[in-house]
C-alpha cells in the first residue's frame, strides 16, 4: 500500500514534465508578441531588446525551456512580464485561495449530495425523490455565474447576512500565514474572529460553485444506491433480520459511495477549471483571475505555472481516489 | 401445531403490464426433523414460495390474494414488519443460490457474521450464552466466539482468521458454508434453502448436502429445499413437493412420490433426467405436446376438487 502511493506520487513526475513541454511550446509558439506588449506601445527596438534579454527571451526556445526546468527545480518558476513578481510568490498567494474555494464546494457537495441521495433512493419515487430530482436538474442546468449572482442579490443585498465580496476585509489583516487557506490558519493559530469572518466570505462563492457537483453527486448517489438495493446480499442481509437502518447506513452505504467516488474526483479537475467565473463575480483573488490575466496579456511564465499546478492537484486527487477507492472497496487491489 | 403450515396460498405480481397471478392454490406442511425438497420447473414459483415464508417480497409488488402461511401458529401474512424481523434469522434462515452475489463483497466475514448474530440474540439471548443483560462489548465478544465456533463446526479451518478476511478471499463453497453459518447462527427452526449447490461442482455439492443432513439430525429443524435435481432430491430429502405453474401437483415422502409418481408431471419430470443421473443439474425441457396433456390433467383435477 505505501509502496503503491509512493510509485503513483513518483510517475507524477514523468506526466509533469511532458506536460511542461507541451505547454512551453505552445505558450512560446502561439502567434503574439508578449515582449512589445510588455515593454509598451512606444519602445524603442533597443528597449525592446532588452526586455527580451532580460527574460531571457533572445535564446533559441529550447535553451529557454531548459533555463526553464533547471530552475523550477530550484523554485524559481520564472517572472511574469507585467507585474515582474516571481510567478512562485504569485502562485502561493493565489493557489490556496482557489484550493479552499474548491475544497469548500467539494464538502459541501458531498456532505450534502452523499446522504440526499442516499434518502432519494430509499424513498424512491416518492415526494422527495422528485423534489431533488427537479432541483438538481435545475442545479446543474443553471449557469454558475448567475447562480452567484443569484445568491449575492439574496444573501448579500436583500437579507445582509454575509458579505458581497472578496475573501477578507480590506480594513482587516487576515490571519497570519502558515498554509495560506485563511480557515486552517485561523484554527491554526486560535483566532476564532478571524475564522468567523473567513467563512462568512467563503459561503457564498463556496455555495455558488458546489451546487452543480452536489446535484450530480447526489444523483450519482441515488444510482448507485438503487443498484446496491438490488444486489442478492441486501437480500441475505434482510433474510438474517437485520435492522433495516444497518442494512442501509453500513452495508448500503459504503458500496454505494465507493461507486460515487469516481465522479466526486472528476469534480475536482471541473471544479479548479471552473472557478474562473465564480472569482470574477465574488472578486475572489485566486488562481481563475489570476490565470485569465496572464493569458489576456499573452504573459506566460503564470499561464505555464498555474497549468502545472492544476496538473498536479489532479493528479494528486487521482491518487488519494484511489487509495480511498481501495480502502471502500476490498477488491481493488493497489499494485 | 406443524412447524410451517401453508395453506391456500394465492400470490399475484405487479408489473407494468398488470397483475399476474403467480401462487394459485399452495399447501404445504413442513414438520420439524423433515427435509422437503421443492422442485418444478424454472418459473413454477418455488422462489416466490420461499420468500413469502419470510415475507421479502416488496409489498409494492406482492399482493397476497388468498390463503394463509402459518409459522409455529403466527399468521406471517398477517404478522407485523417488527414481528416479521424477529422471525428471521432468529426463527427462520434462508440461504440462495449464488454465494459469490450473497456476501457484501466490502465487509469482512465476522462483520456481516457478528451483526446476524447479535441480531438474533436480541430475543434469544440464550443462542450466545447471554443472560441479555450484558454490555454491549460483552455481547460482541459472544457473537464473535460463537461465529468462530459455528464455522470451524462446518468445517472452515482457521476460522478466527478467516473472519477478518473479505468474501472474495473464499472459494464459492466456503462462502456457501459462511452463508449456511450465517443463517444457522441463530439457530433457527426452519431453514430454507433455495437452490443452494446449483452453482456449486459436484463435490463441493454432496459436502453441503451433508453438511444440511447434519444440521437436521443435530437440531432436529424442518428444512424446505428448492432445487431442480431430483438426484439431490432422492438423496438428501424425506419429502417432496412437485410445482408447476404456481400449483403444487404431487406430495409425500420422497419413497413413495419417486417410485410412484401418480401425477403427469411428476412423471415427466423424471423422465426428463438426463441417464448420466444427478451428474447434471439441469432438467432437459419438455415438449409441448406432452404439457398440453399436463394442462389437461391439471384441468381435469381442478374440475374434480370443485365438483
Ligand atoms: N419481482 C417480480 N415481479 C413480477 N413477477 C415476478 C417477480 N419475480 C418473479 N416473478 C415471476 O413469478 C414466477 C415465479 O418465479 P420464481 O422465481 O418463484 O420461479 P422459480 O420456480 O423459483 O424458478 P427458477 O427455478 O428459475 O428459480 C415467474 O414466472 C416470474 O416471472
Ligand atoms: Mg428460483
Redesign the interface.
Same mark, same amino acid.
Given at each position: 500500500m505505501l509502496w503503491y502511493v509512493i510509485r503513483r506520487l513518483l510517475l507524477i513526475i514523468p506526466t509533469l514534465l511532458g506536460l511542461s513541454v507541451i505547454v512551453f511550446a505552445i505558450a512560446r509558439l502561439l502567434p503574439g508578441d508578449p515582449v512589445g506588449l510588455a515593454a509598451g506601445p512606444n519602445a524603442t527596438p533597443e528597449v525592446i531588446a532588452s526586455v527580451a534579454a532580460e527574460f531571457g527571451l533572445d535564446k533559441p526556445i529550447p535553451v529557454q525551456y531548459w533555463n526553464y526546468l533547471t530552475g523550477l527545480l530550484q523554485g524559481d518558476w520564472g517572472v511574469s512580464l507585467f507585474s515582474r513578481r516571481p510567478v512562485a510568490a504569485d502562485l502561493a498567494e493565489f493557489v490556496p485561495a482557489t484550493l479552499e474555494l474548491v475544497i469548500a464546494a467539494l464538502l459541501i457537495a458531498v456532505i450534502v449530495g452523499i446522504p440526499l441521495g442516499l434518502l432519494a433512493a430509499i424513498w424512491r419515487d416518492g415526494i422527495f425523490d422528485y423534489l431533488t430530482r427537479t432541483v438538481s436538474l435545475g442545479a446543474i442546468a443553471m449557469p454558475r455565474f448567475f447562480l452567484g449572482l443569484l445568491l449575492q442579490l439574496a444573501f448579500a443585498m436583500a437579507l445582509n447576512w454575509l458579505p458581497l465580496s472578496g475573501r477578507f476585509p480590506l480594513i482587516e489583516f487576515p490571519p497570519e500565514r502558515i498554509t495560506g487557506f485563511y480557515t486552517v490558519d485561523a484554527i491554526l493559530i486560535g483566532d476564532w474572529h478571524a475564522l468567523g469572518v473567513a467563512l462568512q466570505h467563503l459561503a457564498l462563492p463556496a455555495l455558488a460553485l458546489s451546487l452543480s457537483p452536489l446535484a450530480t453527486i447526489l444523483r450519482m448517489m441515488r444510482a448507485s444506491t438503487i443498484e446496491v438495493l438490488q444486489?442478492?446480499? !441486501? +437480500?441475505?442481509? $434482510?433474510? +438474517?433480520? !437485520? %435492522?433495516s437502518w !444497518?442494512i442501509l447506513f453500513?452495508?448500503t452505504l $459504503?458500496?454505494a459511495v465507493?461507486a460515487t467516488l469516481t465522479v466526486i474526483g472528476l469534480y475536482v479537475s471541473w471544479l479548479l477549471g471552473g472557478t474562473v467565473l465564480v472569482e470574477t463575480i465574488f472578486d475572489w483573488p485566486g488562481i481563475g483571475l489570476y490565470s485569465t490575466q496572464a493569458i489576456l496579456g499573452q504573459d506566460f511564465m503564470p499561464v505555464i505555472g498555474v497549468t502545472l499546478v492544476i496538473a498536479m492537484i489532479y493528479l494528486v486527487t487521482s491518487v488519494i481516489v484511489d487509495i480511498l477507492q481501495a480502502v +471502500?472497496? %476490498?477488491?481493488v487491489r493497489l499494485q | 401445531m406443524a412447524l410451517l403450515d401453508i395453506s391456500d396460498l394465492h400470490l399475484s405480481m405487479r408489473s407494468f403490464e398488470g397483475e399476474t397471478p403467480i401462487l394459485k392454490g399452495i399447501d404445504l406442511t413442513v414438520e420439524r426433523g423433515q427435509i422437503w425438497g421443492v422442485v418444478g420447473e424454472t418459473g413454477s414459483g418455488k422462489s416466490l414460495t420461499g420468500l413469502t415464508i419470510s415475507r421479502l417480497l416488496p409489498n409494492t409488488t406482492a399482493r397476497y390474494t388468498g390463503g394463509q402461511v402459518l409459522f409455529d401458529g403466527k399468521d406471517v401474512l398477517r404478522a407485523g414488519e417488527r414481528d416479521m424481523r424477529a422471525l428471521r434469522g432468529g426463527r427462520i434462515g434462508m440461504i440462495f443460490q449464488d454465494p459469490t452475489t450473497n456476501l457484501n463483497p466490502s465487509f469482512r466475514i465476522g462483520t456481516q457474521m457478528v451483526d446476524a448474530a447479535l441480531h438474533a440474540a436480541r430475543d434469544k439471548p440464550a443462542i450466545l450464552g447471554l443472560t441479555g443483560r450484558e454490555s454491549r462489548r460483552a455481547r460482541r465478544r459472544a457473537a464473535w466466539q460463537a461465529s468462530v465456533a459455528l464455522l470451524e463446526s462446518f468445517g472452515l479451518h482457521d476460522a478466527e482468521d478467516r473472519m477478518a478476511r473479505f468474501p472474495h478471499e473464499f472459494s464459492g463453497g466456503m462462502r456457501q458454508r459462511v452463508l449456511i453459518a450465517m443463517a444457522m447462527i441463530g439457530q433457527p427452526d426452519l431453514l430454507i434453502a433455495d437452490e443452494p449447490t446449483t452453482a456449486l461442482d459436484v463435490s463441493v455439492q454432496s459436502q453441503i448436502l451433508r453438511l444440511i443432513h447434519r444440521l437436521v439430525e443435530e437440531r432436529n429443524i424442518g428444512v424446505m429445499f428448492i432445487t431442480h435435481n431430483l438426484g439431490v432430491v432422492a438423496q438428501l430429502c424425506s419429502h417432496v413437493a412437485v410445482m408447476y405453474r404456481g400449483r403444487i401437483v404431487e406430495r409425500g415422502p420422497v419413497s413413495k412420490v419417486l417410485k410412484a409418481p401418480e401425477h403427469i408431471y411428476t412423471r415427466a419430470l423424471m423422465d426428463a433426467i438426463p441417464t448420466a443421473r444427478a451428474q447434471m443439474d439441469t432438467l432437459r425441457g419438455i415438449d409441448w405436446p406432452l404439457r398440453d396433456r399436463i394442462e389437461a390433467e391439471i384441468a381435469a383435477t381442478a374440475k374434480e376438487v370443485t365438483a
Open positions: 444486489q442478492d446480499y !441486501i +437480500l441475505t442481509e $434482510r433474510a +438474517l433480520g !437485520i %435492522p !444497518i453500513k452495508y $459504503r458500496n465507493s +471502500l472497496n %476490498p477488491k | -
